[in-house]
């Protein structure tokens, strides 16, 4: 079993693909209108959608709170920063 050190809980709460909490991020990488890129306890989460925003941030509590249309959440375990050839930071920033 894997050992949990120190570890923020990270959930996602989401009302009706609009208004939703994340718990448990570590930083706010970037967002838009159609990305919001954050490093959570459970790795890099890419949220898309449209009119997206990041309506308040709390990192003292490790919470971000979003609305807009979310599409979809996509979990990449990659750091910022680091490069992995055709991986997931490539297709985002291109």
Do not use: C, W
């Not at 971000?64 to 979809?72: A, N, P, Q, T």
């Amino acid at each position: 079993m894997e050992e949990v050190r120190n570890m923020k809980t990270h959930k996602i709460t989401l009302n009706n693909r609009g208004a939703g909490v994340i718990t448990g991020v570590n930083a706010v990488i970037s967002f838009d209108l159609n990305e919001i890129l954050l490093e959570t306890e459970q790795g890099m989460l890419l949220i898309k959608g449209t009119d997206l925003n990041v309506t308040k941030l709390t990192l003292e509590k490790g919470e971000v709170e979003v609305d807009g249309r979310v599409d979809s959440f996509t979990y990449s375990d990659l750091k910022p920063g680091l490069k992995a050839e055709n991986g997931f930071f490539d297709r985002l920033f291109k």
